[in-house]
């Protein structure tokens, strides 16, 4: 079974941290993707990542940097957390652009930022 | 306006209803039309996946997909409390770039309650 995980369930932190989220999937999967879900919002691209040290922004990239160093590995970084920061953040991956693109997502980190 | 448009709900049904979950799209271009489920605290795993236009059943579960008026349905037969979840559609264009091909546009999701 793909799996993919994060590094935390539940995050708090104060306005004008820096903030990592982690993300690892072990099926050797190309494509990496962070979203945001929000109520009334659905879930939106902040950036993917299709090869190691690739990234390209997704729909809402402002405020956010993500880092691949490994294949498995997936960083979100907010660069100084900002109360409308607060969210759910979910982390995906895919096994490359041909076939059905089904992505597979991890749990999920809810992150509130006061 | 969105790509994709999906009412939010809330739906709530009797157990053993038949449940029609709709997206509407803008894009020409999507073939790959997708079902996610996403219960409470969970992240969202794929229900269903349909290549272009046609139907696809799976259990109590049936896709459908109508290009010429970029519908989509997903059809729950004989509900279940276990049913109770978020419901995302989502889709994407054939591929034509490697990095373009990869990624889903999301509807916003319908939330449906089965009660017992």
């Known amino acids: 079974d793909v799996k993919v995980t994060q590094s935390s369930r539940y995050l708090v932190k104060r306005t004008g941290e820096k903030v990592f989220l982690e993300c690892v999937q072990d099926m050797d999967h190309e494509n990496m993707f962070w979203y945001r879900q929000d109520p009334g919002l659905g879930l939106r691209l902040i950036y993917f990542?299709?090869?190691?040290?690739?990234?390209e922004k997704g729909d809402i990239p402002e405020g956010y940097s993500v880092s691949r160093e490994k294949k498995e590995r997936f960083s979100l970084i907010l660069e100084s957390a900002s109360t409308n920061q607060t969210s759910m953040y979910l982390c995906a991956s895919s096994l490359n652009p041909h076939g059905n693109n089904e992505q597979f997502f991890g749990p999920g980190t809810r992150l509130t930022v006061l | 306006q969105k790509e994709v448009e999906q009412d939010p709900g809330p739906l709530s049904v009797p157990e053993g209803a038949i449940v029609s979950l709709n997206c509407t799209y803008s894009n020409s271009a999507f073939q790959y039309f997708m079902w996610y489920r996403q219960y409470s605290r969970k992240g969202p795993e794929l229900l269903m996946y349909t290549y272009s236009s046609g139907n696809k059943e799976d259990g109590r579960f049936t896709a459908q997909v109508d290009k010429s008026s970029k519908y989509i349905s997903l059809f729950i037969r004989d509900s279940q409390p276990s049913d109770s979840a978020t419901y995302l559609c989502?889709?994407?264009?054939?591929?034509?770039?490697?990095?373009?091909?990869?990624?889903?546009?999301f509807g916003e999701g319908t939330q449906l309650t089965v009660n017992p």
């Open positions: 989502a889709m994407s264009a054939r591929v034509y770039r490697e990095t373009s091909g990869s990624r889903l546009t």
């Open positions: 990542s299709y090869d190691v040290k690739m990234k």
